[in-house]
Each structure stands twice: as C-alpha cells, then as structure tokens.
C-alpha cells in the first residue's frame, strides 16, 4: 500500500496513515472512535480479520466515512452497512470452494482450529457448508497454543486416510512459531487446504509441505509479483483514488464506489445498493506454490 501510495507522486490523491491494530477487534473500534473525534480521515482500509458484528457497525455508522475491508466479511447489515464494502469473497463463498474441492462427497474431512475468533469463524462457515450438502460433519482437531505440542502425534492417526484437512485462520499459527502442518507431499494421501488468509509468504515459509497445500484465492494476482491480499489492497487505494470527492463530501465518495464497477488488478469490484461485497465468487480458484511462485492448483483427484 505504501508503495502504491509513494508512486502517484505526480498527482497524489491519497495521503496514506498505515496503523497496526494487531488483529484486535477493540483496536480497531478504538482506531475508528479516534477518527470520529478528530474527523481527519476521508476513508479506512482493514487489512485484518474482522468480526462485523453489530458494535463495528454502528461505529462505522458514527464515523460515517468510506471503510473498505480487503478480507473476507459477509454482507453486512445495519445502520452503517451503506459505509462498509467488502473487497474480497465473503466468507461462505470461500468455504464453498474450499469443500467443492474435496474429489467428493463422500470424501472424510477434518477441520483443525488454532484457538483464533479467524479460525473459530471459518470452523463454523465450512461446517456450514457440509451441514448443507447432507454431507457427513468434519471432525473437529484443535491446534490451539496450549495443544500444539501432541497435534502430530493426534494427527497421525489420519495421515493415510485420504481425507481432507482445513487448517484454519492465519496460516501462521500453524507455521510459526512452531511448524505443526504435516508435509504433504507426492506419497501423501491428505488433501491439506489452508485458509484464504494465507498468502505466498506463508507458502514459502512450509519447506518440504508446501508443494501439497492448496489455499483459496483470486485467480488474476497470479500472474503479478503480488499476492491476492497485496494487490487487494492496493485496489483498495486505486478505487478510494479514483471516488474521492473533490470538495471532500464523504457521502459523494461512498455514491461513487456503491454505484459503480472497478476494475483493479485483483479482479473486477461491483457494487450496488444492496450488494456492498464486491467479488464475482467465480474469481476464487485455489493456489498452489511451485517453484517458487504462486500458480493455480491442478485439480485435486
């Protein structure tokens, strides 16, 4: 983002402030109580896993600025819902693809959670998902701080039995600091996913396991030296750029994004009055990491 913003040097339309919230809910409301007070923001951007309840919501309502989210939200609702746009696949969209990818219905899954409210929200959304279908429910594995040291020795017991495991949440509870995700390799008969919060990075970061993970994401950041939430966030900034409001009305500025299609270079955004998550779910495809780079995953069979 903030080379995005260092390059429109010639004819800068955002002024960029980068603050790190630390994944906290409270933070953030705390962040966004500031600006209110000070009315010396024009518009947010959450790169974070956010919970879009209804506190977030009205403090969203009381700032009454633009506040585009680059991760997974669900359609909001609510007073402040016309502020919020959502910049990436909702979170049952993401779930779909993920258990569309099993080879099939039949196929046993295991869904693994690190203790997060990321982790925990994605749990619910896949099991949503199998509920559904009338698939059998996944078996439920914590990988929590507290159990990370038996997680292989409890994982074992799966390991050849073709089923499919969902690590959930940040990547990085699984990779760091402690690497706990089971290679997967040629010989393995587990299909690992990962969570669409994962990104190249994190891939790069699994060694010998990273060539049979597989993770959600948008099909067009593969052919870029960025990353889907990279080059998310940087639409983010194009698209408030390219809505900002010459007299500073933030009103004018949320009728621009609500009323029109953007096209970045994550994917194409479209909003509407009664649609404020912009991603067509047929841009989500699952990536790979092959040689060094980030590719779309073969099909898994």
Known sequence: MQQWADAQRGAQRVKLRIVDVGGSDAKLLLELKRAADTADTDAFVVGVPAIVDDTLVGA???????????LPIAEPAGEGARWIFGLAPRPDTVARALVDALPSRGTPAIVVTSGSLAAGREALEINAIFRADGRPLP???SAAPDQRDTFAQRFRPFATTGAGVFFTGPATSYIDPVRIVPAADATTTVLVFLSYLSDANDAGRLGEAAPGMRWPGLRRPTTLALGTHAATATD????????????????????RIEGSTFAGIATTYSFSASRHTGVDPREIVLLAWESGHVVVARPVR
């Not at 983010?236 to 009728?255: C, I, K, Q, T, Y």
């Open 60 to 70: 969203i309502a009381l700032v009454r600025r633009p506040v585009l989210f680059t």
């Open 236 to 255: 983010a900034l194009a698209m408030l750029a390219a809505s900002a409001d010459a007299a500073g009305d933030p009103e004018r500025s949320r009728a």
């Open 139 to 141: 078996f439920v594995m």
